[in-house]
């Protein structure tokens, strides 16, 4: 499975800009997609696609602030750098504080703007392999049996074999093939790692 | 009919009472002439007093020539009587009226004879004229009578003619004084007074009289004739004391004793050779009569003169005090007890000097001396308070007349004292008002002018002088045309005209010139004063300095027109917020255009560097115009920008940074000056921004319209010892003219030709507003200075103190 190649989105009202920018970041050799309005990008957007944002600030019907609230509240983490002909301090701060990448002033050079989308970039790439992994562990953990998230718990609290043994009432041996079992389908390398990608992923429930 | 009968009877009763006068009369010259000739004159056929003359002549003249008849009538029935020949009587008879009426008509045609006889020349005129010419004709017609009735012989004829009018003069002298003054003084009964003294006079009289003609004492013959005046001293008495009537009446009772005395054969003129004894009896009486006539109407005349007097003094409301020359009161009347509380005896015989107060005394003693030799009338103590003294001690103020009285022997000074209390209380309110207005006058606000008619100040007050910088002794008597403006005389006439032609108050505003020539607006309303008569006399205005509210109306007017510019400009400003938003969406399309073509034109292999320059430079002057607008939208959103601390320094390099292509292009250098370690202000740096962008600019076209050959500002920040921080702003311009330099600051003053004169009032109200002031500082040759200050506030301080310990 490839990785599909990052989009950068543009919404501007302002067709100069988009016309100059998608120039801009083309010949840059990004992907860009430009929208007139955030509606317009609300509705080609999926959120599987990878990229970064380009948002103006004042735009007509719903304002880049707007929108970025709008995104927040569906769980959509896709880094926004403000852009503004208009910008002022307060709204800045407010854009930052929500989360937002940057906020440059127009006009502003190429090249502040292309070191702003490639750290954007990169963030949504970190985010996205993260999450892949995630749900890699997150579906290997989903085939452990009920013993084995019993003895896995144990193992994460801290516990030797013989004291899970005690614990569940089974043999010191039968805990290892459990233990064995677990670091099998959950592709751990050693202890360490288990009990790592256990925590990370919450992949136990604490014991009792 | 009724009236007829009524004339008819009136006409009756007149005649009546004519016939009842005539009857009357004739009766009594009938019995007097009978009394008249038991005493017959000796050796002639004549009596020694004809009383009918007496009786006639009162007659005609308290009657009238009418009652000629009675007298003729009385006449008549003596010569039937005693049987004398027909032509005697007739003659008698006519001689006896014609007398009376002669006699009385030369009284009253040649002599103004009051048959009263209340002077002495009516005594002189009757005796001397009215009885001789009576007694002249009757004496020559009786004569006549006699020589016609051959009663005498031609040949003594002329010594009878000589002793006929003797015994009519007698009886005229003694008899007609008696009849007038006992008519004229019958009804005032003044005779009536003094019953006891007249009675014991006339006592005396009788019993002198009679002692001396009635025979008691053997005094006959010459050697006696002394004793004729015993009864003087009597009849001297009573002429002195009594009145008229008893005069008169006195006279007759001693004539008669004396005649009766004496044809009884007693008292020193019987016995006598005849005809002289009789003489001398005559005279004697003449005499009598005269003197008691003489000295009786004399001492009437001087009584009445005496009461006039008296009457004249105490008359006179005032004291009146006659005051000899030792300064011993010899007079006064009785309003001079009323005012002093003295009885007359206790002032009569005192020095004047008992009547005025201690302090007085001793000066007044020496005016005293000094006014005898002074003239007749003048008010005494002239510019001096004269006060007099009372019996019981109190002062009360008074005005005195002298006057000297010059008699023979004496000097006599006579004071008229006039108690002025009343009118001293009055001056005393009257002045009492006229300080209250003088007060009123001088402490009130307003200015008050008085002026006549003719436009002359009377008088001006306190407020007047103040503002004028004239005092009223400048200015009184002058035109009030002084104090105006050339223009506006005119109008300040015909204004003045309307109020003398009576239409008032009249309202106006004029300009008074002070004395310095500078004009005060003034506005007036004014009035007359009239006089008792109701004309006018005097203007009266009233005004009210309203130069600095005329002033400041006019700044609110100007000031409001500003403020309607600052908000065209506020509305502007919000059009320059959108207008930079809008700009700067194509010129960050510009500059992200170039920079791609850059990126473009660099990624090739043989790069044109011309074209990189190019589109590099594009892209800066793209970013350049944006931040101007930024700039420009910050700059005139005023009011959305609220105070803050601010470093005062900052905020001068921003401007300088702002200004500085304008600057570049006018060839003008900046040095600053800049204070290091300033406090942090609180400010609105937006408008202290505008403030310097105003000074900067000023500086600008000064030295651009002056074509200065060096164009340079120096701005120059410092701390203030107190808590203030000033900010300076020289140019090398060419300075300030003097008289700009007070109107700088006002709105709408511009010496720019296409200035609006509105950056240094604005700059000057910004500067205000936070707590600073903004002034031109020179007016040299070596350009314009324009300095303001910005106060410290108490927060600041602390932190500016706080800087100086992290920074030591």
Redesign the interface.
């Known amino acids: 499975m490839t990785v599909p190649q990052p989009t950068v989105f543009l919404v501007d009202d302002d067709p100069a800009i988009r016309g100059s920018l998608t120039l801009s970041l083309t010949t840059a050799g990004l992907t860009v997609e430009s929208y007139a309005s955030a509606p317009d990008f609300l509705a080609a957007y999926t959120p599987t696609r990878p990229g970064c944002l380009v948002l103006d600030v004042r735009m007509p019907e719903i304002t880049g602030l707007e929108l970025q609230e709008l995104l927040t509240a569906r769980g959509i983490r896709i880094p926004i750098i403000f852009i503004s002909a208009h910008g002022d301090i307060p709204m800045s701060v407010k854009a930052i504080k929500a989360g937002a990448l940057d906020f440059l002033e127009k006009p502003f050079r190429r090249t502040a703007l292309l070191e702003r989308i490639q750290e954007a970039l990169a963030q949504d790439a970190a985010v996205r392999e993260e999450e892949a992994k995630r749900a890699a562990v997150t579906a290997r953990a989903a085939r452990l049996t009920a013993r084995e998230q019993e003895v896995l718990a144990q193992v994460v609290a801290g516990r030797s074999s013989k004291e899970i043994a005690r614990q569940l009432n089974v043999s010191h041996r039968t805990v290892e093939t459990y233990r064995v079992r677990i670091m099998e389908k959950l592709d751990a390398d050693s202890l360490s790692d288990l009990v790592a990608k256990a925590v990370a992923y919450g992949l136990c429930k604490p014991p009792a | 009919m009724l009236f007829a009968i009524a004339i008819k009877v009136n006409v009756n009763s007149f005649a009546w009472r004519y016939m009842a006068n005539v009857t009357g009369l004739a009766l009594a010259c009938f019995v007097a002439g009978e009394v008249g000739l038991s005493f017959p004159y000796s050796n002639a056929p004549v009596s020694i007093v004809w009383l009918p003359a007496g009786i006639g002549l009162a007659a005609i003249l308290l009657g009238g020539n009418r009652l000629w008849p009675g007298i003729a009538l009385g006449a008549a029935l003596t010569g039937v009587a005693h049987g004398e020949p027909l032509v005697t009587t007739a003659l008698n008879a006519l001689g006896g009226a014609l007398a009376a009426v002669v006699g009385a008509w030369v009284l009253r045609a040649w002599t103004d004879f009051d048959r009263q006889l209340r002077r002495v020349h009516d005594v002189l005129a009757l005796s001397g004229l009215g009885a001789m010419a009576a007694a002249g004709i009757g004496g020559t017609l009786k004569t006549s009578a006699l020589l016609l009735g051959n009663q005498i012989e031609l040949s003594v004829s002329g010594r009878v003619w000589a002793i006929a009018w003797l015994p009519d003069a007698l009886g005229m002298l003694l008899l007609t004084p008696m009849l007038l003054v006992w008519a004229a003084e019958w009804r005032s009964r003044s005779w009536s007074r003094h019953p006891g003294e007249t009675a014991l006079a006339f006592l005396a009289l009788t019993f002198a009289s009679a002692l001396s003609f009635g025979g008691w004492l053997d005094v006959s013959g010459d050697e006696h004739l002394p004793l004729a005046f015993l009864p003087f001293p009597f009849l001297i008495w009573i002429a002195m004391r009594l009145a008229m009537p008893w005069i008169v009446t006195a006279t007759v009772l001693m004539a008669g004793m004396a005649l009766v005395g004496t044809a009884s054969g007693h008292g020193p003129f019987a016995h006598h050779g005849a005809t002289a004894g009789t003489a001398a009896l005559w005279a004697f009486m003449v005499m009598v009569a005269l003197t008691m006539l003489l000295v009786g109407v004399g001492m009437a005349e001087r009584r009445r003169a005496e009461k006039r007097w008296v009457h004249a003094v105490e008359s006179n409301p005032n004291a009146v005090v006659l005051v000899d020359q030792t300064g011993k009161i010899v007079l006064i009347n009785s309003q001079t007890m009323r005012l002093f509380g003295y009885g007359r005896h206790e002032l009569i015989g005192q020095p004047i000097e008992m009547l005025m107060p201690a302090r007085f005394r001793r000066s007044h003693e020496s005016y005293r001396t000094d006014f005898g030799t002074g003239q007749s009338v003048r008010p005494m103590g002239m510019g001096r308070d004269l006060y007099a003294l009372r019996k019981d001690g109190t002062e009360f103020p008074v005005e005195i007349g002298l006057a000297t009285i010059e008699t023979e022997e004496e000097t006599l000074t006579i004071s008229v004292i006039a108690d002025i209390t009343l009118r001293k209380q009055a001056q005393l309110a009257l002045q009492e008002e006229r300080n209250f207005v003088s007060a009123v006058l001088g402490t009130v606000a307003a200015l008050v002018v008085v002026t006549d008619t003719e436009g002359r100040i009377v008088r001006i007050n306190r407020a007047c002088e103040e503002i004028t910088g004239y005092a009223l002794e400048d200015v009184k008597g002058r035109p009030l045309d002084i104090f105006l403006l050339p223009e506006e005389v005119g109008r300040v006439r015909e204004a003045m005209a309307e109020l003398c032609a009576g239409r008032t108050p009249n309202h106006l505003e004029t300009h008074w010139l002070t004395r310095d020539g500078t004009p005060r607006l003034i506005a007036w309303s004014s009035t007359v004063l009239r006089g008792p008569d109701g004309s006018v006399q005097h203007l009266v205005g009233t005004g009210i300095d309203i130069t600095e509210q005329r002033r400041a109306e006019v700044q609110a007017i100007q000031r409001q027109a500003a403020l309607a510019h600052i908000d065209r400009l506020a509305a502007a400003g919000e059009l320059a917020a959108s207008l930079?938003?809008?700009l700067?969406?194509?010129?960050?399309?510009?500059?992200?255009?170039c920079?791609?073509a850059?990126?473009?034109v660099q990624s090739a292999p043989d790069p044109a560097t011309e074209v990189v320059y190019a589109l590099d430079q594009a892209?800066e002057q793209?970013?350049r115009a944006?931040a101007i607008i930024r700039h420009l939208r910050a700059f005139v959103r005023k009011g959305t920008t609220k105070r803050a601390s601010a470093d005062i320094n900052m905020v001068i390099k921003d401007t300088v940074r702002f200004v500085e292509t304008e600057a570049r292009h006018r060839g003008v250098r900046f040095h600053l000056e800049l204070a290091e370690t300033l406090p942090p202000l609180q400010l609105d740096t937006v408008q202290i921004e505008q403030v310097l962008v105003n000074l900067l600019r000023n500086s600008f076209e000064a030295m651009a319209a002056a074509s200065s050959p060096r164009c340079e500002i120096t701005i120059r920040s410092q701390r203030l010892a107190e808590a203030k921080v000033q900010i300076t702003v020289c140019d090398t311009g060419p300075g300030l003219k003097p008289k700009t330099f007070d109107q700088l600051f006002d709105i709408f003053e511009t010496t720019k030709s296409d200035g609006l004169g509105l950056g240094l009032s604005i700059s000057r109200s910004i500067i205000e507003a936070h707590g600073g002031e903004l002034w031109a500082e020179s007016a040299s040759a070596q350009g314009a200075t324009f300095a303001f200050t910005l106060p410290v506030t108490a927060e600041n301080l602390h932190d500016s103190a706080a800087a100086h310990r992290v920074s030591g």
């Open positions: 930079a938003h809008e700067n969406q194509p010129l960050s399309a510009i500059t992200t255009y920079d791609t850059l990126a473009l892209c793209a970013e944006s």
